[in-house]
């Protein structure tokens, strides 16, 4: 009989292996462990065989390490994905270029009222008999405006596509409109 030939009982290779004997009928079905025989096992191919099974694993092992992380920032960002999703569904999450369209049109109706107060205290300023007289004309027409400007709604399409989100339409104008509960007023008021 060759050094080849020998065979060991599952309770003997195991002994070898350090492993238990069950665990060497395990790998016996897996085939990793070759058997010639009821209960019998070659001895060097099963050590041979067992070898290769723990470079397997140990290859696998190291591997992951990278995939595992790769697969963890993966669902991570699915998560923030899922997570910033469900919030703009909730409202609670908005566009940053929706809000910049938002306060483009708030400073713009700003200075737009802002723009029309010489024309709606001009004449009453020049008829001022003192300076108290025109601080408290121009301290009205300001909290004048100041009023007008709490009360005026700011709407924005909600249904606007990326391109009418970045303030851009096809005509180059910014698509938002303003409101106030006055509208039978004119713009710069009375003279």
């Not at 009982?9 to 070759?34: M, Y």
């Not at 991570?76 to 938002?102: C, N, P, Q």
């Not at 001022?128 to 025109?134: F, T």
């Amino acid at each position: 009989m060759s050094k080849t030939d020998i065979t060991k009982t599952a309770k003997e290779l195991s002994e070898i292996l350090d492993i238990t004997d069950r665990r060497v009928q395990q790998l016996s079905k897996l085939g990793v462990i070759p058997k010639v025989a009821r209960g019998r096992y070659p001895l060097f191919k099963a050590i041979h065989g067992y070898i290769k099974y723990l470079r397997e694993l140990s290859l696998e092992s190291d591997a992951p390490s990278d995939l595992k992380d790769a697969k963890l920032r993966s669902e991570k960002a699915r998560a923030e994905i899922l997570e910033l999703e469900a919030a703009t569904k909730a409202g609670e999450l908005v566009h940053k270029d929706h809000v910049s369209k938002i306060w483009t049109s708030i400073t713009s109706l700003i200075k737009a009222k802002t723009l029309t107060l010489p024309s709606r205290v001009g004449a009453d300023v020049y008829a001022a008999r003192n300076l108290n007289e025109v601080r408290s004309i121009l301290e009205d027409a300001v909290q004048e405006i100041l009023i007008e400007l709490s009360e005026t709604e700011i709407e924005i399409d909600d249904t606007s596509t990326n391109r009418e989100l970045s303030g851009d339409s096809e005509d180059g104008t910014n698509e938002s409109s303003s409101t106030t509960e006055a509208d039978d007023q004119s713009v710069g008021g009375q003279l």
